[in-house]
């Protein structure tokens, strides 16, 4: 969901489970995806990216699935740890040279003992 | 080194006073970029320069003047700001997207409070 006002999406996760964030994209256009980790009082770290010719890939514990015709993109993480604890933002990238993003409103994750 | 660097950590300054934020990498990046972001909301981009011109800048108000004096190095100079222009400000670089891998890597951001 989108955020209001002040108010990020929360998803609480107990330790051990699997978690799953999505993101609505904008842009049809949009063809190189990106899913940034934040902690507090920290920059955005990269996680996982894709392109748009590609609907699924698979890091260290993390999954990224890419549905361009509804235009939703998923990460799942697995076995969440209480590190995993921060604010997940997907960011979509256009058919530009530089890599002009635009972040989507963010999920905050709260993993649960 | 894969080390994005910001300077200050954080930055209280009045409303008349001019000051600057400080960016540097040695990724050999060729693009750098300014974000602001508030409290629980997403990084928004001010500005982007590739190969040390400033190629985009998203309506950003006048009091924010950025400068690029070589590839590794990016400033934002501030003048006049606003209590409002409190934020969180990131800077982030990459390389060209034709490289097949654009991610932005971010430094840790300035925390910016104006009085």
């Known amino acids: 969901g989108e955020s209001v006002g002040l108010h990020l999406p929360t998803l609480s996760v107990q330790e051990g489970d699997n978690s799953i964030i999505n993101c609505a994209y904008s842009n049809s256009a949009s063809d190189y995806f990106i899913w940034y980790k934040q902690e507090s009082g920290k920059g955005p770290q990269f996680i996982i990216d894709i392109r748009s010719n590609m609907d699924k890939r698979q890091g260290q514990r993390v999954t990224v699935l890419l549905n361009k015709t509804v235009k939703h993109l998923s990460l799942q993480i697995a076995a969440t740890q209480p590190g995993d604890s921060a604010v997940y933002f997907c960011a979509e990238s256009f058919d530009d040279s530089w890599g002009k993003f635009q972040f989507g409103a963010g999920t905050q994750v709260v993993v649960t003992p | ?115």
């Open chain 2, 1 to 115: 080194d894969t080390e994005v660097t910001q300077t200050p950590k954080h930055l209280v300054m009045g409303m008349t006073n001019k000051k600057s934020l400080k960016c540097e990498q040695h990724m050999g990046h060729r693009a750098m970029y300014w974000y602001k972001q508030k409290a629980k909301k997403p990084p928004e981009l001010m500005f982007v320069y590739s190969y040390e011109k400033l190629s985009i800048n998203e309506s950003v108000p006048s009091r924010f003047s950025p400068e690029c004096p070589n590839s590794s190095l990016l400033n934002l100079h501030l003048h006049a700001l606003q209590p409002e222009d409190s934020a969180l400000y990131l800077c982030a670089s990459s390389q060209q997207r034709t490289s097949g891998r654009n991610e932005q890597f971010f430094g840790p951001g300035t925390r910016l409070t104006v009085l």
